[in-house]
């Protein structure tokens, strides 16, 4: 190529390379598709960024739903999510697998318990635990895409939510509220407390009929135990004398005049200085992590004077017994000897609990052992054969009885509250009998076993002599045993009046003292001869039963006083619920 032909062809090379316009177009044309495939992913992602955040939010929503609706929580998801704007709503049942679709929402709904106390955050939500206290929801869909779709893979949106709601009652076991026998409960109280306790039954009534904030109580006792700052549960993690528990009753706020003299009373004659763990009395359950001196929402914490007296005393007691000499108080009867012992009731069971479904509370298991005699009279001076003394030995052991909160609902919101109670009265075994080892009366890691027992003398009585003859020896037995859990239901109204429900194995209406008497086994002997006379049990042995069927009753009633002080009933639960809320379902990790 000739020197001038070079100089042209770089000429115009030169000029081509100087003009940038046609260079803009083509990087145009070439980057056009590039940038639109990249803003449609990006829109598309963006989508499904805010499809997925709405998503989590509608999850939520859902899991709050369903923990609310516990027994319907299929329909309370389904529900939800449809009301707001989910498509195509599909409940995904255990063991079943369903492939999300454009227009269809697959969830999974796992009730379960949740524990908050669980280190390990991943194991709080405990799956088909019950009672169940929360719901897990789970959600897959596959998300719209608008300009995308051929470029990235076909995305499913997987979000995941657990709500839990604890609902939770004040409930207690064995407070009765009942007239009583002052001199009974006085005896009794001075055998577990020592000292002297005299007070009147208008003291005891007053005592029955009051009621104290559990939570005021325990910011009384702290002051006394010197506790300046800290939970309720610190309070109750220490120990009092009963002394100090009746002293911090009667300043609680609001208590009548005539209670709270008679608190006074007993904690300034109670000599007892066992100390009693606080714990073994009340469980405050999640609201003892409050502040002294706060007060949970919408949940009363109540709790009865007198039982929450008792139980104390049943507890600083321990398994010890109390002996009481009632001598000839009791009306029909020439003596009467009362031997009680209380074992401890089942570690981790409070007389008074504030927790959730599941809580269980029970009373001590009690041995009561009666020795009453009967006279007959004065012989006639012209002599004769009588009757000299009757006794009844009568032994009665009662299993602790246990109520355990089983359901708290709340259909149309706060007052229309129902809470489920299984009441499980405590076995009784009773026996006419001598027993054969007394001194394992208070050993309740040992039954209890009898021999026949002496019921009556028979003496000839000559020349204002006396001279024994006949001892009739018998024992009897009874038990009701037909103890399975019964449920009592309180409501907003039976909740806010504080009502006791009794549940029983059985009609008790019949003596059960008449019932042992009468199913007497007998034998007859002459006394220092050891001979059988057993012609004679036709003649003295409806003589025997006779007379016996005549101290049944004040003997019963005296069971049943002595009973009822220490909460418990033969075959009765009592049962009351002195607080409930269904609180509010919240999310929970």
Known sequence: MSPRVRTEVGRIARRLLADKKANFAVMTALIAPVALALAAVAIDEASIYTERRQAQAM???????????????????????TDNGMPGVVVQASGQTIAPAVGKTVVTVTQGRYASTTTNVTQRFQAGVTPYNAVRVTLAKIPARYFASSLIPTPVIGTQATASMTPQATFSVGSRLLSVNGGILNALLSGLLGGNISLSVMDYNGLISADVSALSFISALATQLNITAGT???????????????????????????????????????????????????????????????????????????????????????????????????????????????????????????DGIGTTVRTAQTRIKLTASVGIGTPGLSGGISLLAVNLP??????????KLTDITCPTGPSSISVSIAAHPGIAQLNLANSNNPSGFADFSQPQTFTDADIADVSLHLLLVNIPLIQVMGSAATAITNNSPQTLTFSATDIANKTVKTVSTRNISQSLTTSLVNNLSLSVNVLGLGIDLTALLGTVKPAVVTLLNTVTAPVDDLLYNVLSALGVGVGQADVRVTGATCGRAVLVQ
């Open 59 to 81: 999850v939520d929503l859902a899991a709050i739903t369903a923990a609310s609706n516990m027994t319907n929580v299929n329909t309370a998801v389904v529900t939800t999510l």
């Open 394 to 403: 009568l032994n009665v052991e009662v299993a602790y009885a246990e109520a």
């Open 232 to 354: 309720y549960s610190d309070v109750l993690a220490s120990k009092a004398t009963v002394g100090q528990i009746a002293t911090a009753m009667a300043n609680v706020p609001g208590l009548g005049n005539t209670a709270k003299v008679a608190l006074q009373t007993i904690a300034s004659k109670s000599t007892s200085t066992v100390k009693i763990p606080l714990s073994s009395l009340i469980d405050l359950g999640s609201v003892g992590s409050l502040g002294i001196g706060q007060q949970p929402a919408g949940l009363g914490v109540d709790a009865s004077a007198m039982g929450m007296l008792t139980a104390a005393a049943v507890l600083a007691n321990g398994t010890n017994q109390a002996a009481v000499d009632l001598g000839a108080t009791i009306p029909g009867l020439l003596s009467t000897k009362l031997n009680i012992a209380i074992g401890e009731p089942a570690q981790s069971s409070p007389w008074l609990a504030v």
